[in-house]
């Protein structure tokens, strides 16, 4: 069984930064997309963004577009979240999430999930 | 794309036959999928492609439709289905998912 561990989360200010990773230790994940998904307290499931298998596509939720940076590296075979100008609503349990497969539309549906990493933004 | 849950919270007993519906906003023709979450737990896969059990899912759990409607049934509900279900579109960017349904005991 695949095995998703987040690190990263934690308190940030305001108009911080944060960088969340995601490792699957003994599964190759380069042929499989992967996605960021959040959850905020008490609250509903959110797509935050996907990377496709080599890392060349990119795909984000308007609501994260241009604070946000997905990226994976196969040769460490991690996925990694750049988060840069934190607001309040971006506090969440962010879950690390693979795709069934690399294309359409098994990339899109998640098999697997972390155990999730929390995000608080808050002064 | 939206995708809106009925209903948002049910009771019900076990052995009961629970059935929950998501509507698309527009047709999503079979991009489908079906995840249960339990507190504090991440989501887990149920059904894909509308109708596709996820292996290792108890054949229970049924899905159906294609276009705009869709419904997931929980046939004889077993105590350990009490949790929240969520569907998701596949269909298109950004993917969404519907508001959730809770599934409390009775």
């Known amino acids: 069984e695949v095995q998703l561990l987040e690190s990263g989360g934690g308190l940030v200010q305001p108009g911080g930064s944060l960088r969340l990773s995601c490792a699957a230790p003994g599964f190759i994940l380069r042929s499989y997309a992967m996605s960021w998904v959040r959850q905020a307290p008490g609250k509903g499931l959110e797509w935050v963004s996907l990377v496709d298998t080599s890392g060349g596509t990119t795909l984000y939720a308007d609501s994260v577009k241009d604070r946000f940076t997905i990226s994976r590296d196969n040769s460490k075979n991690t996925l990694s979240l750049q988060m840069n100008s934190l607001r309040a609503e971006d506090t969440a349990v962010y879950y690390c999430a693979k795709g069934r497969g690399g294309s359409y539309p098994e990339s899109r549906t998640f098999d697997f999930w972390g155990q999730g990493a929390l995000v608080t933004v808050s002064s | ?106």
């Open chain 2, 1 to 106: 794309i939206q995708l809106t849950q009925s209903p948002s919270s049910l009771s019900a007993s076990v052995g009961d036959r629970v059935t929950i519906t998501c509507r698309a906003s527009q047709g999503i023709s079979s991009d489908l999928v079906w995840y249960q979450q339990k507190p504090g737990k991440a989501p887990n896969l149920l059904i894909y492609a509308a109708s596709t059990l996820q292996s290792g899912v108890p054949s229970r759990f049924s899905g159906s439709g294609s276009g705009t409607d869709f419904t997931l049934t929980i046939y004889s509900l077993q105590p350990e289905d009490f949790a929240t279900y969520y569907c998701q579109q596949v269909n298109s960017f950004p993917l969404t998912f519907g508001g959730g349904t809770q599934v409390e005991i009775k």
